[in-house]
């Protein structure tokens, strides 16, 4: 192994104890206490290494994002792929998406609250996030129905379980309703 090969996988293990360090500690304490100065500490390495990885704490947020993401879409597509029929796919879809939601509210700040410099519903959007409204889209776009675009219609039950997410964590809706809300939303619209 050469010494360049060597350095380069030292930066990829730096980088990803960076990222897990911001996750982990937001998800402890919320994304205001995730600092490079704190960062810096933690991993035991100095800021400007951190720098040398990452322009700042929105780099870290984007990199947390597409971490999540791509966890977001392995969860949709397990949960989905466990059970037979429309109706119950797109019900457990649901319900994992929501859960996904619940036990990582850190990681989806980063992907949905806060700004991570990533770009959605574009060219330039990264692949992670691209794949993770596809593991939407392919549970969704059987059941959208006769002459709906089935991307619009993903978009929307999206916003649908996004807004119950958001609402619910938030104590806006109560915590004891959220089955019958997973049930009347696959009803109406799916």
């Not at 700004?115 to 889209?137: H, M, R, S, W, Y």
Request: proline share 4%.
């Amino acid at each position: 192994m050469s010494v360049q090969e060597r350095k380069q996988r030292e930066r990829v293990r730096r980088e990803r104890l960076i990222v897990a360090t911001a996750r982990e500690l937001a998800e402890q304490q919320g994304w205001n206490a995730v600092t490079t100065r704190r960062l810096a500490e933690r991993i035991e390495y100095s800021q400007p290494v951190l720098y040398s990885h990452f322009r700042g704490k929105r780099e870290i947020i984007g990199a947390v994002a597409l971490e999540g993401a791509a966890e977001l879409a392995v969860a949709l597509r397990a949960a989905t792929s466990a059970v037979g029929g429309p109706r119950a796919r797109v019900t457990a879809l649901a319900r994992a998406y929501l859960d996904f939601a619940a036990c990582n509210p850190a990681v989806y700040d980063a992907l949905f609250e806060l700004d991570g410099g990533l770009v959605f519903a574009d060219e330039e959007t990264p692949e992670p996030l691209k794949d993770a409204f596809a593991a939407l889209l392919e549970c969704l776009g059987d059941v959208a129905g006769e002459g709906v675009h089935p991307a619009l219609f993903t978009e929307l039950f999206w916003a649908a379980l996004h807004g119950l997410a958001t609402l619910t964590r938030a104590g806006r809706l109560l915590p004891g309703d959220t089955e019958q809300r997973v049930e009347m939303l696959v009803d109406r619209l799916a």
